[in-house]
């Protein structure tokens, strides 16, 4: 019995690898939101242990403890807190999403500020941040828009920028190559007319067009953006992972990066108007910075 038993390869314990302990979770969740703001509820606990042995195995490192301790050390853009928020945080995305919203953007935004640019009320120039934008999806999408909804778009000065704090995510977005489930809701004509199929593979590439108007770079929302501020601002499906309190340093951040009488797109469910009492709320995702506050004003 016991020499059939010596064939058969033991069963890995894992020790104190299998979950984290309530400490450990607590202590991860801590380090999780003083760097990005997310929140990790005590539910999550088997969720961030089988995430954090993806690390645990890539690194070589012994156990959740030792990782805790080491990734504490690292400087925020060393590439190993890169690989852990990569694991811990949610990419969720795809274009056109949210159609109600581009059917806005394309058919009235668009349409009014060709209009105003035509009777000289403002310049040819349109600059939009895609704020925590994940692979770029979204950024593609406001492209996808604007060359197919824009009349003569090649006249104006435009800028995209797409920006997330996962640095592979901006990589990705970089290449703005998509598989058939993130084109999904992609209208025909834009696919056809801004899209390169790839011949063997079910993807996408953005052509030329779009990818004229956009950039990337990583940036943390907890922090201030530093550029001069933008016309429209999107801001969807990430203050969902944040507290009150994180949520109102990101508006803070977000607020001054828009100019006076510029918008702010989120999510319809995103609890954000109490942080922006002084924006015009023209629908549950729609807000309207006054016309008369200066750019560079942060209310606290
Ligand atoms: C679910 S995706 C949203 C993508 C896109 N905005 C959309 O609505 O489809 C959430 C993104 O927020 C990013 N994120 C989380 N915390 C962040 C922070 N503190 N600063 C910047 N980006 C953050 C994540 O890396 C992730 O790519």
Same mark, same amino acid.
């Given at each position: 019995m016991k020499e059939a038993h010596s064939s058969i390869l033991p069963i890995p314990t894992f020790g104190n690898l299998e979950q984290v302990s309530d400490a450990q979770l607590t202590r991860y969740a801590e380090l999780i939101?003083? &760097?990005t703001g997310i929140r990790i509820s005590p539910q999550k606990k088997m969720l961030l242990s089988n995430r954090l042995r993806r690390r645990l195995r890539d690194t070589g490192i012994a156990d #959740?403890? $030792?990782y805790y301790q080491h990734l504490k050390k690292l400087p925020s853009g060393d590439p190993e807190w890169n690989a852990f928020l990569q694991e811990i945080t949610t990419h969720e995305t795809y274009l056109f999403r949210d159609e109600v919203q581009w059917r806005w953007f394309r058919r009235e935004y668009l349409a009014q500020i060709a209009s105003d640019a035509q009777a000289g009320r403002r310049q040819r120039s349109l600059r939009i941040w895609s704020a925590a934008c994940s692979t770029g999806d979204e950024v593609y999408t406001i492209a996808c828009c604007i060359a197919g909804g824009l009349l003569n778009y090649q006249q104006w000065n435009i800028t995209i920028l797409g920006t997330d704090i996962g640095a592979g $995510? @901006? *990589?990705q977005a970089r290449a703005g @190559?998509? /598989? *058939?489930r993130a084109m999904r809701l992609v209208p025909e004509e834009d696919r056809r007319r801004f899209f390169v199929k790839a011949k063997d593979a079910a993807v996408w590439q953005a052509g030329p067009a779009l990818k004229g108007m956009v950039s990337f770079r990583q940036h943390n929302l907890l922090e201030p953006l530093r550029l001069p501020p933008f016309d429209m601002v999107f801001l969807k499906n990430v203050l969902i992972y944040f507290d009150a309190a994180s949520k109102k340093r990101v508006l803070e951040n977000v607020r001054a990066a828009i &100019?006076? /009488?510029g918008m702010l797109i989120t999510g319809a469910a995103e609890g954000v108007? *109490? #942080?922006l009492r002084d924006f015009e709320r023209l629908s549950p995702w729609l807000y309207r910075r006054p016309a008369t506050q200066r750019s560079t004003e942060v209310r606290r």
């Open positions: 939101y003083q &760097k #959740f403890e $030792a $995510a @901006v *990589e @190559v998509f /598989g *058939e &100019k006076p /009488g108007s *109490e #942080f």
